[in-house]
């Protein structure tokens, strides 16, 4: 089946400071990577989209300059949240199109808990 | 633009009972997929179940179905044999031609021992 490794699971960051989380496809190519933030007890907001080798599509409100993101290869993209605040303190998940469920088959990361403090 | 709509917030069902999730939404398109996503206290996003808009039959997987209604835009899920561990906030889902999936706000579904 398809596997998506996002690392690291939590991560405490001081205020200033950037942070970078990876979400890699293990056994399948992911053309497409999704990246959502979501609130407890709230649903998934969708950021930005990534293709392979080519700039991200950011969300409307979404920093890009604060949200930098990454595809370079067809098994990692990033997202680095540069010069965190508290204020970015959120759980942070990505998802990859793609894999054995077909071109309507998302598989999501086991997301990542960022606290600024 | 699309929309996914899930009206009620919480939802309680006794254990071994049957429980349907409702789900709505809004589209111009006429190819698209809807899902239904379980996210569990671990917070990692499982798929349930899915259906292809132009497939009239109904999704099944073992004790989950859906009532797929296209011309009044509801996709509902039904939980047969409520089990302890189907305890979670649930989320409906559409992708339609610009592959982003657009989320419900999800429903927490409670099971009682």
């Known amino acids: 089946g398809a596997v998506v490794s996002q690392h690291p699971s939590w991560v405490i960051c001081k205020s200033g400071t950037s942070v970078k989380i990876e979400c890699r496809s293990l056994?399948?190519?992911?053309?497409?990577m999704f990246w959502y933030r979501q609130f407890p007890k709230q649903s998934l907001m969708l950021m930005a989209t990534?293709?392979?080798?080519?700039?991200?599509?950011?969300e409307q409100g979404v920093e890009k300059d604060k949200f930098l993101i990454n595809h370079a290869s067809l098994t990692l993209s990033t997202l680095t949240v540069t010069s965190a605040h508290p204020e970015d303190s959120s759980f942070y998940i990505c998802?990859?199109?793609?894999?054995?469920?077909?071109?309507?088959?998302?598989?999501f990361g086991s997301g990542t808990r960022l606290t600024v403090v | 633009a699309q929309t996914v709509t899930q009206s009620q917030p919480e939802m309680s069902v006794q254990e071994a009972e049957t429980v349907t999730l409702s789900c709505t939404y809004d589209t111009s398109e006429s190819d698209y997929y809807l899902f239904w996503y379980k996210q569990p206290p671990s917070r990692q996003m499982i798929l349930v179940i899915r259906q292809e808009a132009y497939k009239q039959q109904n999704a099944t997987e073992n004790r989950f179905s859906v009532n797929f209604q296209k011309a009044a835009k509801s996709f509902s899920l039904k939980i047969s044999d409520s089990q302890l561990g189907d305890a979670a906030m649930y989320f409906c889902?559409?992708?339609?031609?610009?592959?982003?999936?657009?989320f419900g706000k999800g429903i927490t579904l409670s099971v009682r021992p």
């Open positions: 889902a559409y992708t339609g031609a610009n592959s982003k999936l657009t």
């Open positions: 990534s293709n392979e080798g080519s700039k991200a599509t950011y």
């Open positions: 056994d399948f190519q992911a053309t497409t």
């Open positions: 998802s990859a199109r793609g894999g054995d469920r077909g071109p309507y088959g998302y598989t």
